[in-house]
T-cell receptor, first 111, second 117 residues
């Protein structure tokens, strides 16, 4: 079993829809949770990060962490075709600088 | 604009060749990483370095070596390229103290798509 599980998709939704992307994990020691966005033929870029549990909002994006369920989510409101990309979750423990990655979910926003 | 620069976007090499992939960062980051990315397998860590001349094996180091002679430069070497090393190679860097005070993120280069024929 992988430490971090993420559905690879693709997930296809119409423009304007609310998108929910998710990851589950097995290591209860994870404290830092991140979402990266990767456009085609580009490297991943950091989109959102959260420390421990709770929600964090940035414009149309909301990141949620539920440590009791070992489950993290990224919500995208009013989705746009420019949001079409692969979204990777990543997490780390306090004492380590290595990130543990999900496999990435390919998201397609249809105009 | 801070960045990580990978020397080549696309490379085609022959089986058995020695291949060098170069990565340079201008952010004074201590950590540097080499990943490969394959469909369905996600990012897999090959090697990382937390200081000049220091290196640590990642999850899939076989067939690869690295060199870090200067803080800003981290090179990945394929000693004898094979077709199963055809992949997207991504370099990343981060601060040593990754966390609330040190920043959370890795900064990635744009990748090198290597094809071994």
């Amino acid at each position: 079993q992988k430490e971090v599980e993420q559905d690879p998709g693709p997930l296809s939704v119409p423009e304007g829809a609310i998108v929910s992307l998710n990851c589950t994990y097995s290591n209860s020691a994870f404290q830092y949770f991140m979402w990266y966005r990767q456009y085609s033929r580009k490297g991943p870029e950091l989109l959102m990060y959260t420390y421990s549990s709770g929600n964090k909002e940035d414009g149309r994006f909301t990141a949620q962490v539920d440590k009791s369920s070992k489950y993290i989510s990224l919500f995208i409101r009013d989705s746009q075709p420019s949001d079409s990309a692969t979204y990777l979750c990543a997490m780390k423990i306090e004492s380590n600088y290595q990130l543990i990655w999900g496999a990435g979910t390919k998201l397609i926003i249809k105009p | 604009d801070v960045k990580v620069t990978q020397s080549s976007r696309y490379l085609v090499k022959r089986t058995g060749e020695k291949v060098f992939l170069e990565c340079v960062q201008d952010m004074d980051h201590e950590n540097m990483f080499w990943y490969r990315q394959d469909p369905g397998l996600g990012l897999r860590l090959i090697y990382f370095s937390y200081d000049v001349k220091m290196k640590e094996k990642g999850d899939i180091p076989e067939g690869y070596s690295v060199s870090r002679e200067k803080k800003e430069r981290f090179s990945l070497i394929l000693e004898s390229a094979s077709t199963n090393q055809t992949s997207m190679y991504l370099c990343a860097s981060s601060f040593l103290g990754l966390g609330q005070s040190g920043g959370y993120g890795y900064t990635f280069g744009s990748g090198t798509r290597l094809t071994v024929v």
